[in-house]
């Protein structure tokens, strides 16, 4: 099956630093990444869609300053959390979508990277 | 935002048993989908039933789906211990534009050795 990578898998920083989590799809183009957030015991919530070469779409009461999408090629979306703060502290899982995903949702996720911001 | 809520929240069930998790959701949809999730790790795909569908087997898992309910249900029958985990629906939207999975509230399942 499709492999989606994600580094780093974990990440501690100090408050007001910014941190670049990468998300790779390994052995498929990925016309469409989403980028997750997920709180401890919680569900998953959406962030972001980001579309190869176009800029990403935000959902709302999601801050697009501070949660930059770089979606440069079909392997390849980066999420930099921009000045963090402890409540930024969260698990970021990507997913990823090939153009055949169209018709039933088929994504492909990755392992998730936990950030912990001091 | 969330599509729906699933039940229980928690389960706790002795090796051998069955495990019954609910979904609701709220909106038309093209497809529904389980996930598994580990404490900490990423998500497992586990089974995908379609809005034309109704039943779905894989292995000792079983899916229903009831779109005038809006609901799903997720059956892991003989249950081990390595089934423990978060167990989350996930909805696909009939806008194909759209293309992102709405996550429901997830059910965490503890299976007693």
């Known amino acids: 099956g499709a492999v989606v990578s994600q580094h780093p898998s974990r990440v501690i920083c100090k408050s007001g630093t910014s941190v670049k989590i990468e998300c790779r799809s390994l052995?498929?183009?990925?016309?469409?990444m989403f980028w997750y957030r997920q709180f401890p015991k919680q569900s998953l919530m959406l962030m972001a869609t980001s579309n190869e070469g176009s800029k990403a779409t935000y959902e709302q009461g999601v801050e697009k300053d501070k949660f930059l999408i770089n979606h440069a090629s079909l392997t390849l979306s980066t999420l930099t959390v921009t000045s963090a703060h402890p409540e930024d502290s969260s698990f970021y899982i990507c997913?990823?979508?090939?153009?055949?995903?169209?018709?039933?949702?088929?994504?492909?996720f990755g392992p998730g990277t936990r950030l912990t911001v001091l | 935002s969330q599509q729906g809520e699933e039940d229980p929240q928690a389960l706790s069930i002795q090796e051998g048993e069955n495990a019954t998790m609910n979904c609701s959701y709220k909106t038309s949809i093209n497809n529904l989908q389980w996930y598994r999730q580990n404490s900490g790790r990423g998500l497992v795909h586990l089974i995908l039933?379609?809005?034309?569908?109704r039943e779905k087997h894989s292995g000792r898992l079983r899916v229903t789906l009831d779109t005038s309910k809006k609901s799903s249900s997720l059956l892991i029958t003989a249950s081990r211990a390595a089934d423990t985990a978060s167990y989350f629906c996930a909805t696909g939207g009939m806008d194909t534009g759209r293309r992102a999975l709405t996550f429901g509230s997830g059910t965490r399942l503890q299976v007693q050795p």
């Open positions: 039933i379609r809005s034309n569908e």
């Open positions: 052995d498929f183009q990925a016309t469409t």
């Open positions: 997913s990823a979508s090939d153009s055949s995903g169209i018709s039933y949702n088929e994504q492909f």
